[in-house]
């Protein structure tokens, strides 16, 4: 009996020493965050190329469906700016599911399905859009300073190219909005019978 109770408190000091040892070995550095966000960001980015033409689709205003079709065509850009700095750090240019980018556009999905045909779809569309910019302005302006941080100004360089892009596209969209509400208003997008 007390020499069982001898090997189990030998094995949970083993075990305790091996998690410790673990932990000790790979402490998580400002470089590990910087390759995870850039997954999240690469996946949300592929995500959205396959929301935009959905979007540019169902909008009764054609200028807000060329915003998204222009938009669509610079998303393709930005992804080839992440496959450059992937390629960079050596590693493969490879998504992570990211749970908030699912959400954001879940909730433009449920517009879409809501409001189809009523002549309060391009409003929604523009809200559902300009969340999905804020999170990539979010996402880019944080990646950027760790790029800086991290001595890698040529991946910091490719990342502000993305938000510039981003923050034009958010501030086109709240001009889009005005004047898709006021059409709206003066009734020309009608509710279809
Ligand atoms: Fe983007
Ligand atoms: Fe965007």
Not at 1 to 29: E, H, L, S, Y
Not at 176 to 193: D, F, K, M, P
Request: glycine share 4%.
């Amino acid at each position: 009996m007390a020499r069982r109770t001898t090997k189990r408190t030998t094995k949970k000091r083993a075990t305790r020493k091996t998690a410790a040892r673990r932990t000790r070995r790979a402490p998580k550095t400002l470089n590990d965050l910087f390759l995870e966000t850039l997954r999240d960001i690469y996946f949300a980015e592929n995500k959205i190329i396959k929301t935009l033409p959905k979007m540019s689709k169902a909008a009764h205003s054609k200028d807000l469906a060329a915003a998204f079709n222009k938009h669509l065509r610079e998303t393709q850009g930005q992804v080839k700016r992440l496959d450059q700095i992937f390629k960079m750090l050596g590693k493969p240019a490879r998504g992570k599911p990211c749970e908030a980018i699912n959400g954001i556009t879940d909730e433009g999905a449920e517009i879409m399905r809501e409001f189809k045909n009523a002549p309060a779809l391009d409003a929604g569309l523009l809200a559902a859009a300009q969340a999905v910019e804020h999170y990539e302005i979010s996402r880019y302006g944080t990646l950027r300073t760790w790029a800086e941080e991290l001595g890698m100004q040529e991946a910091a360089t490719l990342l502000q190219a993305t938000l510039d892009e981003e923050e034009s596209t958010d501030r086109a969209l709240t001009e889009l909005a005005t004047s898709v509400i006021n059409l709206e208003a003066e009734g020309h997008y009608r509710a279809a019978a």
